[in-house]
């Protein structure tokens, strides 16, 4: 059975107690929550997304989370509750001017520095690793640290300048109780969606059967009997347009006190009580007419051209 040779086992090799339970490394699973993506598990690369519960994704990853209707969707327990890409938001980060990412590391044997983050936050400028809580906006998608949003109090966001209010304000990679929190706030905001869209519904429908009864009967404006006001107006108006047609007619008949009507004959100068003076200036006197042996041929040119 062994032990010969003068071996002397040792109790913990006889004797299997129970299993240590294997703690995750901190810095490991920091590095897995703010570098790399929670749905494919990818480096984050831009355009960079945030759910409601204030998980990091790549915006490509969610899009083809979306679209895939295959068996092997129902692994993805990360993103189960995106329904739409309306349920998440595009992230406005700033960049870390020290972070140098792989460009020095050509040869393999540079240390990589986990603490030093890819983003900071562009009020206070702690960097974005994890070691400092973070959240960002729904309405406008800028990140800022919490200890930003503590100290410079404020209804507007830092940056763009947009409205917010608390429950815009989501936790990015928040503890248990956090992720619980927000949860409640998730589905309480789909509540009152789906509430919203049932109430319009109803009041798009009363409008729509509003208007095809308005077609079908007529307004007040159209029956007779309406307001005295309105009856006072029409009279009013038949009055004024009785007025000039009276006008035309008694200066029709008195001659120079009115204009003519359109259909009425104009009168000749040569039969007018004028000097003849004055009606020798027209062409219709009968100075100004000459017989046919004065008047030229017309294949001929003459400047006398009446």
Same mark, same amino acid.
């Given at each position: 059975?062994?032990?010969?040779?003068?071996?002397?086992?040792?109790?913990?090799?006889?004797?299997?107690?129970?299993?240590?339970?294997?703690?995750?490394?901190?810095?490991?699973?920091?590095?897995?929550?703010?570098?790399?993506?929670?749905?494919?598990?990818?480096?984050?690369?831009?355009?960079?997304?945030?759910?409601?519960?204030?998980?990091?994704?790549?915006?490509?990853?969610?899009?083809?989370?979306?679209?895939?209707?295959?068996?092997?969707?129902?692994?993805?327990?990360?993103?189960?509750?995106?329904?739409?890409?309306?349920?998440?938001?595009?992230?406005?980060?700033?960049?870390?001017?020290?972070?140098?990412?792989?460009?020095?590391?050509?040869?393999?044997?540079?240390?990589?520095?986990?603490?030093?983050?890819?983003?900071?936050?562009?009020?206070?400028?702690?960097?974005?690793?994890?070691?400092?809580?973070?959240?960002?906006?729904?309405?406008?998608?800028?990140?800022?640290?919490?200890?930003?949003?503590?100290?410079?109090?404020?209804?507007?966001?830092?940056?763009?300048?947009?409205?917010?209010?608390?429950?815009?304000?989501?936790?990015?990679?928040?503890?248990?109780?956090?992720?619980?929190?927000?949860? +409640?706030?998730? /589905? @309480?905001?789909? *509540?009152?969606?789906?509430?919203? %869209?049932?109430?319009?519904? $109803? &009041?798009? !429908?009363?409008?729509?059967?509003?208007?095809?009864?308005?077609?079908?009967?007529?307004?007040?404006?159209?029956?007779?009997? +309406?307001?005295? /006001? @309105?009856?006072? *107006?029409?009279?009013?108006?038949? %009055?004024?347009?009785?007025? $000039? &047609?009276? !006008?035309?007619?008694?200066?029709?008949?008195?001659?120079?006190?009115?204009?003519?009507?359109?259909?009425?004959?104009?009168?000749?100068?040569?039969?007018?009580?004028?000097?003849?003076?004055?009606?020798?200036?027209?062409?219709?006197?009968?100075?100004?007419?000459?017989?046919?042996?004065?008047?030229?041929?017309?294949?001929?040119?003459?400047?006398?051209?009446?």
């Amino acid at each position: 059975m062994g032990c010969d040779g003068g071996t002397i086992p040792k109790r913990h090799e006889l004797v299997k107690g129970p299993k240590k339970v294997e703690k995750v490394d901190k810095n490991a699973e920091l590095v897995a929550q703010w570098n790399y993506c929670a749905l494919s598990q990818e480096i984050l690369r831009r355009p960079i997304v945030a759910c409601e519960l204030g998980r990091l994704y790549n915006k490509d990853a969610v899009i083809e989370f979306l679209l895939d209707k295959s068996s092997e969707k129902a692994l993805g327990k990360a993103a189960s509750h995106i329904k739409s890409i309306k349920n998440v938001t595009e992230l406005r980060l700033s960049d870390n001017p020290a972070w140098e990412g792989d460009k020095g590391n050509t040869k393999g044997d540079k240390h990589d520095d986990l603490q030093r983050a890819r983003f900071i936050c562009p009020v206070v400028g702690l960097e974005m690793n994890g070691r400092h809580r973070f959240c960002f906006l729904r309405c406008c998608g800028c990140v800022f640290s919490e200890r930003a949003l503590k100290e410079i109090k404020a209804e507007v966001c830092h940056t763009c300048g947009a409205a917010f209010q608390e429950d815009d304000v989501i936790v990015l990679n928040g503890t248990k109780e956090d992720v619980e929190v927000l949860k +409640g706030r998730m /589905e @309480e905001r789909r *509540l009152r969606a789906k509430l919203g %869209k049932k109430a319009k519904k $109803p &009041k798009a !429908a009363e409008s729509v059967s509003k208007s095809d009864v308005s077609e079908e009967t007529p307004g007040p404006s159209k029956i007779k009997t +309406g307001k005295p /006001e @309105e009856t006072s *107006l029409d009279s009013r108006e038949k %009055k004024t347009n009785s007025a $000039p &047609k009276s !006008a035309a007619a008694n200066g029709s008949s008195s001659g120079k006190a009115g204009k003519p009507p359109c259909g009425a004959t104009k009168r000749s100068i040569a039969d007018s009580e004028e000097s003849e003076a004055y009606k020798s200036l027209f062409t219709t006197h009968s100075s100004a007419k000459r017989s046919k042996e004065e008047s030229a041929h017309w294949v001929t040119h003459t400047s006398y051209c009446f």
